[in-house]
């Protein structure tokens, strides 16, 4: 499974219908409105490469109201779990 991190600036007023559009869409599991230089991030989860382009060019960049993307390719997920049992090391108590 391939994850990624859609970065989104949305015209002014819009944020709502783009993040309901987004989550409509085949491949988008989630959608936040958040403060900083985005309006928008997006969790993408497809099984290939095409899948993410096709996705993210073909159909998140033409959503009305989008004004730019930025797409990140997660490497890896670290789950609360995963994170726990980093912070555990040495700790005998810590069950992985």
């Known amino acids: 499974m391939i ?6 600036n949305a015209e002014q007023g819009r944020v709502p ?3 309901q559009a987004l ?4 491949g988008i599991t989630e959608a936040y ?3 900083g230089p985005y ?3 997006a969790i993408a989860r497809v099984r290939q490469h095409e899948e ?4 993210v060019a073909g159909r998140v960049q033409k959503i009305p109201g989008i004004e ?3 797409t990140l390719i997660a490497f890896r997920a670290y789950s609360q779990r995963d994170l726990e ?7 005998e108590e810590a069950v992985l």
């Open 39 to 41: 309006d928008l991030v």
């Open 3 to 8: 994850s990624a991190i859609i970065l989104i």
């Open 68 to 70: 730019s993307t930025n």
């Open 33 to 35: 409105s958040v403060a």
């Open 85 to 91: 049992a980093m912070w555990d090391i040495g700790n």
């Open 52 to 55: 993410l382009e096709e996705l």
């Open 17 to 19: 219908e783009v993040a």
């Open 23 to 26: 989550i409509d869409l085949k």
